[in-house]
């Protein structure tokens, strides 16, 4: 099970959480820091990177004040308050000490750390004060990457086994997200929100029955509520229409993240801690067959397209195209293609005159602004029928400006002006769903 910020944000959250976690036995359970607490470390370590040491010292005084004032709230004993008041004072102490040393990406890693290790400290604490057998176990003694960067997943398998064998009478194991060591056994992390990738990974190597990731998010929709009436909750998805997905926004989900519970066949289910008896969303290598699970739109696209008869019959015109887009570090997200053109989304218009001028070398350039990709996800099998012209009908009185299908199984895009933007949603709504 694992707890991002927000969901052990306060303490009356993390009172909440404890319920959660001690209703299965023999959970392991991953937190995250609670919620603003990386983005002060980054700015505490932004401050003493440009050696201003008074910034860093306020930031660290007030981040110590708010913390004091959580464990106040946590815990009531006095014998284990006064233990994880001087645990906390002893890790601010810790953070103060870079201050007065050289500053590098080094130590930065190790200030990063800290969020992970206060939160699982002080719900251990609390789960102690409450009786519960629980054992903290430090990531940092198995989570590990390589020297790419990547999880190291057998020494990862190897370590986490090793720690459950020697704590096999405990009820309960807590875990820090996020934070793992590197290669030189310095300590370094999975990337800013890798407690998710902490999970999966975990989850994997223990071969759990099933990864939960609580978070507040009220779950996966099959639309946008504040567009579409009557939209319901997605309770089942496959790995791949997951990934679809979270390029429109819906982001509970890295997909990177995810791999190694798709690998391992694990079912990864999705669930909020504000509503902790809704059955949220089950991610899973099964899938439904003939179901269309969500509809999805993402706004602020724009539309290239480069046409030239010196495309026909020609080789290595795509490239060509491709590689002026890579030399601005512009990802291309949906693309049709005709014999004498071409067209390609972007969402990143950094470098879009750039890109628009170089273009002109190859043929004559058009540019649509505040375009929007409306995304079809579910079981869009070639050789299933009916659903692409269900959607293709539901677009009837839309301009279309571009179609993308048969790129996965999962998916048909389209690509419309964003003024159009709720009448398609609406439309394909009632085409896919049923009536409104
Ligand atoms: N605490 C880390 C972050 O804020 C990791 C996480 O929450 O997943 O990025
Ligand atoms: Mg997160």
Redesign the pocket.
């Known amino acids: 099970m694992k707890f ?2 927000t969901s052990v944000g306060s303490a009356q959250r993390m009172k909440n959480v404890a319920k959660l976690i001690c209703d299965n036995p023999k959970n392991l359970v991953v937190l ?2 609670m ?1 603003g ?3 002060s470390l980054v700015e505490i370590s932004a401050y003493l990177n440009s050696h201003n040491t008074d910034g860093a010292n306020e930031t660290i005084n007030q981040l110590e004040r708010l913390y004091r004032k959580h464990v106040n709230e946590l815990i009531s004993k006095k014998e284990i308050l006064d233990d994880l008041l001087r645990f906390i004072k002893d890790e601010f102490n810790y953070l103060r000490s870079f201050t007065k040393h050289p500053f590098s990406l080094r130590e930065e890693k190790i200030i ?1 750390a800290q ?2 290790i206060l939160s699982t400290n002080m719900m251990t604490a609390y789960l102690k004060e409450q009786g519960v057998n629980v054992v903290l176990l430090s990531a940092l003694d198995f989570m590990r990457i390589d020297k790419n960067g990547e999880p190291d997943s057998i020494y990862i398998k190897e370590k986490i086994e090793e720690q459950l064998k020697a704590h096999t009478d405990a009820d309960l194991y807590i875990t820090q ?2 934070i793992c060591r590197n290669t030189y056994g310095e300590i370094d ?10 999970a999966s990974l975990l989850g994997a190597a223990v071969q759990a029955s099933e990864i939960q990731i609580w978070t507040d998010i009220d779950g996966m929709h099959n639309n946008d509520p504040r567009i579409v009436e009557h939209t319901t909750a997605i309770r089942q998805l496959h790995f791949n229409e997951a990934a679809e997905l979270a390029y429109f926004g819906a982001k509970v989900l890295h997909p990177t993240c995810i791999q190694p519970a798709k690998f391992a066949n694990i079912p990864v289910r999705v669930l909020n801690t504000m509503q902790p008896e809704a059955p949220g969303t089950l991610i899973s290598n099964e899938s439904e067959s003939g179901i269309i699970k969500a509809v999805a739109a993402k706004d602020n696209i724009t539309a290239i397209k480069i046409k030239s008869s010196r495309m026909l019959l020609a080789h290595g015109f795509l490239r060509r195209v491709f590689e002026i887009f890579e030399s601005y570090q512009t990802s291309i997200d949906m693309i049709c293609t005709s014999e004498v053109g071409v067209s390609m989304s972007i969402d990143n218009t950094t470098h879009l005159q750039e890109i628009v001028e170089d273009l002109k070398k190859y043929g004559t350039v058009t540019v649509d602004h505040d375009m929007c990709i409306i995304c079809v996800v579910g079981d869009m099998d070639w050789e299933n029928i009916g659903f692409e012209s269900r959607a293709m009908d539901a677009m009837k009185n839309i301009p279309v400006r571009m179609v993308s299908y048969g790129g996965s199984n999962y998916n048909i895009s389209f690509l419309i002006r964003e003024v159009d933007k709720k009448e398609a949603l609406r439309s394909l709504s009632k085409n896919l769903f049923g009536e409104q």
Not at 189 to 198: E, H, I, K, M, V
């Open positions: 991002g910020g995250s820091a919620s607490t990386t983005n990063l969020g992970e997200g996020f992390n999975l990337q800013r929100g890798g407690s998710d990738y902490t």
